[in-house]
């Protein structure tokens, strides 16, 4: 059964810390990974990962892929308090005759506070 | 353990068919949400609702009506299918209560249009 488990669950941290989110995967057909920052409507989109050791950073956001060790982490560097939100990783797999799904963690809840 | 399910994994339809996607979750939530996934474009949400007969629409509702005549059944109805609708849907519902709010996904449904 595939499997992607976000660790930790939940996290609290003062603003201007340093945080890092964990994402292991079994899965499957590995076609990409993703993370989603969810606040209180939709989860926005923040970045797909699909080649091993290639860093993706957004401001102060950042997201690296190991796929030998089948795990992502997502960077957050001087956190503010609009960080707060659930963060979401998702493995992308081939199902086979060019389709494709989404496998979520449970999400990691981040809360900042001032 | 909360479960989210849709009525089918894999759809093919021609075009000008109408379409019905149902979900349906077990844990009595009250937000439930439609989304479609494409490669390289993240999440984007159709429509989604905050009680029964509620429904509100999401950033690309066009195309897309829904359903929720009961609090565990979320409808999304594709009045008539096009080529561009040929995606990965997926559903979440998601538990309403303050500072908590993790959405749940089902495994997606993979629409093909002809």
């Known amino acids: 059964e595939d499997k992607v488990v976000q660790s930790p669950l939940s996290l609290v941290v003062h603003e201007g810390d340093t945080v890092t989110l964990n994402c292991s995967y079994e899965v499957t057909n590995f076609r990409s990974l993703l993370w989603y920052k969810q606040e209180k409507k939709a989860p926005t989109f923040l970045f797909m990962l699909?080649?091993?050791?290639i860093e993706k950073k957004s401001g102060r956001l950042s997201s690296i892929l190991d796929k030998k060790e089948l795990f992502s982490i997502l960077n957050i560097t001087a956190t503010q308090t609009g960080d707060s939100a659930v963060y979401l990783c998702?493995?992308?797999?081939?199902?086979?005759?060019?389709?494709?799904?989404?496998?979520f963690g449970k999400g990691t809840k981040l809360s900042v506070i001032p | 353990d909360v479960k989210v399910t849709q009525s089918s994994r894999y759809l093919v339809k021609r075009t000008g068919e109408k379409v019905f996607l149902e979900c349906v979750q077990d844990m009595d939530h009250e937000n439930m949400f439609w989304y479609r996934q494409d490669p390289g474009l993240g999440l984007r949400l159709i429509y989604f609702s905050y009680d029964v007969k509620m429904k509100e629409k999401g950033d690309i509702p066009e195309g897309y009506s829904v359903s929720r005549e009961k609090k565990e059944r979320f409808s999304l109805i594709l009045e008539s299918a096009s080529t561009n609708q040929t995606s990965m849907y997926l559903c979440?519902?998601?538990?309403?209560?303050?500072?908590?709010?993790?959405?749940?996904f089902g495994p997606g449904t993979r629409l093909t249009v002809l």
């Open positions: 699909t080649s091993s050791g």
């Open positions: 979440a519902s998601q538990v309403d209560r303050g500072s908590v709010y993790t959405q749940y």
């Open positions: 998702a493995v992308e797999l081939y199902s086979g005759a060019g389709s494709y799904q989404l496998t």
